[in-house]
């Protein structure tokens, strides 16, 4: 797949004014970044780029302003971050994008090798109108683009797409170690393929399984999402978390994997609760007779051998999704335990594992395995509309 599409090597950048789209929109509380992976990831390429005398020029958008200046949402507040992890000094370039005139001065007048971050793209009602006005002020300010914001690239917008037409592109190297691992794990997959899919609602994922179903081997279910299921097959719920109302969603779901040959792993057993709380009272069930008062919280221990034994079937693992209320100990637990073996059995060399989306790198994180999957992505929405088949713009943009 990286072959169909431009990369640094098919870039002339030295020298240059590189605007390098990444993805700043990285979580701050009290005036500091709490989790700078979005800007670890993008550190190789800032670096590249810096070796061969470019003036890199960080473009991002932050947080959703609504296309008016707001303070608020200001990126000057992630440039220690930068600075940080790349060890190299950061400028800002203040902007309302509304005449670049100023900042096309600082960028002419800053040394080569230098590290610039103009100010939010999206402070301008053109971004996310994909307005070729803003794209041509934005191409103004440089000679080439390079995309490295794969977290981003589900919006057609001005700095993730309308850029990559008005100046020569390719992807950054995150976003060629992301699109790599994208294709190794659902696009030209070593089989069997395993797909392990959780969180609270079918309603948020009906394309994804949709998808899924027709791609993958085994389709594991668990989360909130999987008491949907399991009482679209006719068993009582209890008082668990579920979408009584898509029992037929859910229901043409199992019939299209049926169709297509792909096996759907459903709990057996469930650890069940009174009360949604950390270190609630709980017992343990069998999906066929859970207490009608009680509340499914996690997978049970019958569940995750199955699982586990799906997983050693399996030369590729998606994940997205932790397989029960992992934020509440002791209901962690079956996240823990299905994303420590997958890791396991990555490190042993048997499977490619690839997670990614909203809640799924938290859950990783909290079970330890975060650096031992083959690859995690940053994205949230992207990788859902990945998993979903869904071409996007940010990266068709970038085919050769
Ligand atoms: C994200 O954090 O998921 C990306 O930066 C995209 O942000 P958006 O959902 O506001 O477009
Ligand atoms: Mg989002």
Same mark, same amino acid.
């Given at each position: 797949?990286?072959?169909?599409?431009?990369?640094?090597?098919?870039?002339?950048?030295?020298?240059?004014?590189?605007?390098?789209?990444?993805?700043?929109?990285?979580?701050?509380?009290? +005036? @500091? %970044?709490?989790?700078?992976?979005?800007? *670890?990831?993008? #550190? $190789?390429? !800032?670096?590249?780029?810096?070796? =061969?005398?470019?003036?890199?020029?960080?473009?991002?958008?932050?947080?959703?302003?609504? +296309? @008016? %200046?707001?303070?608020?949402?200001?990126? *000057?507040?992630? #440039? $220690?971050? !930068?600075?940080?992890?790349?060890? =190299?000094?950061?400028?800002?370039?203040?902007?309302?994008?509304?005449d670049v005139a100023k900042a096309a001065r600082a960028i002419d007048q800053a040394p080569v090798g230098s590290v610039l971050v103009l100010e939010n793209t999206r402070f301008h009602p053109g971004e996310e109108a994909n307005d070729p006005e803003l794209v041509a002020?934005?191409?103004?300010?440089?000679?080439?683009?390079?995309?490295?914001?794969?977290?981003?690239?589900?919006?057609?917008?001005?700095?993730?797409?309308?850029?990559?037409?008005?100046?020569?592109?390719?992807?950054?190297?995150?976003?060629?170690?992301?699109?790599?691992?994208?294709?190794?794990?659902?696009?030209?997959?070593?089989?069997?393929?395993?797909?392990?899919?959780?969180?609270?609602?079918?309603?948020?994922?009906?394309?994804?399984?949709?998808?899924?179903?027709?791609?993958?081997?085994?389709?594991?279910?668990?989360?909130?999402?999987?008491?949907?299921?399991?009482?679209?097959?006719?068993?009582?719920?209890?008082?668990?978390?579920?979408?009584?109302?898509?029992?037929?969603?859910?229901?043409?779901?199992?019939?299209?994997?049926?169709?297509?040959?792909?096996?759907?792993?459903?709990?057996?057993?469930?650890?069940?609760?009174?009360?949604?709380?950390?270190?609630?009272?709980?017992?343990?069930?069998?999906?066929?007779?859970?207490?009608?008062?009680?509340?499914?919280?996690?997978?049970?221990?019958?569940?995750?051998?199955?699982?586990?034994?799906?997983?050693?079937?399996?030369?590729?693992?998606?994940?997205?999704?932790?397989?029960?209320?992992?934020?509440?100990?002791?209901?962690?637990?079956?996240?823990?335990?299905?994303?420590?073996?997958?890791?396991?059995?990555?490190?042993?060399?048997?499977?490619?594992?690839?997670?990614?989306?909203?809640?799924?790198?938290?859950?990783?994180?909290?079970?330890?395995?975060?650096?031992?999957?083959?690859?995690?992505?940053?994205?949230?929405?992207?990788?859902?509309?990945?998993?979903?088949?869904?071409?996007?713009?940010?990266?068709?943009?970038?085919?050769?």
């Amino acid at each position: 797949m990286t072959s169909a599409f431009k990369t640094l090597k098919d870039l002339d950048f030295g020298g240059k004014r590189v605007l390098l789209r990444a993805d700043l929109n990285v979580p701050v509380a009290d +005036g @500091k %970044v709490t989790d700078a992976t979005r800007i *670890e990831r993008i #550190v $190789p390429t !800032i670096r590249e780029l810096v070796k =061969h005398d470019a003036k890199v020029v960080l473009l991002s958008h932050f947080g959703r302003p609504k +296309g @008016k %200046v707001d303070p608020e949402f200001s990126l *000057e507040i992630v #440039v $220690p971050a !930068i600075a940080d992890a790349t060890g =190299h000094p950061v400028g800002f370039i203040a902007t309302d994008w509304t005449d670049v005139a100023k900042a096309a001065r600082a960028i002419d007048q800053a040394p080569v090798g230098s590290v610039l971050v103009l100010e939010n793209t999206r402070f301008h009602p053109g971004e996310e109108a994909n307005d070729p006005e803003l794209v041509a002020r934005m191409a103004s300010l440089g000679d080439v683009y390079v995309n490295d914001a794969f977290s981003a690239a589900h919006r057609a917008h001005a700095s993730t797409e309308g850029l990559a037409h008005a100046l020569p592109a390719a992807a950054g190297l995150a976003m060629q170690a992301e699109l790599e691992a994208l294709e190794a794990g659902l696009g030209a997959p070593r089989k069997p393929v395993v797909a392990v899919v959780g969180g609270a609602k079918v309603s948020s994922k009906i394309d994804l399984l949709e998808n899924l179903v027709t791609k993958v081997d085994a389709l594991i279910i668990g989360g909130g999402m999987a008491n949907t299921f399991i009482h679209a097959l006719g068993y009582g719920i209890g008082k668990s978390l579920a979408e009584k109302d898509l029992a037929d969603t859910a229901q043409r779901i199992l019939d299209k994997a049926d169709k297509a040959s792909c096996a759907v792993i459903l709990p057996i057993d469930a650890q069940v609760a009174w009360h949604f709380e950390a270190n609630a009272p709980h017992r343990l069930y069998g999906v066929d007779s859970l207490d009608p008062d009680g509340m499914v919280l996690d997978i049970g221990p019958g569940s995750v051998e199955r699982i586990k034994g799906a997983i050693d079937e399996a030369q590729t693992v998606v994940w997205n999704g932790p397989m029960g209320a992992f934020e509440l100990a002791p209901f962690d637990r079956g996240t823990v335990e299905v994303a420590r073996y997958v890791a396991e059995r990555t490190k042993a060399g048997k499977l490619v594992s690839v997670a990614g989306g909203g809640d799924t790198v938290a859950a990783l994180a909290h079970a330890g395995v975060k650096d031992a999957f083959t690859y995690v992505s940053t994205a949230g929405g992207a990788f859902l509309e990945w998993m979903e088949g869904k071409a996007l713009p940010g990266v068709e943009a970038l085919r050769a």
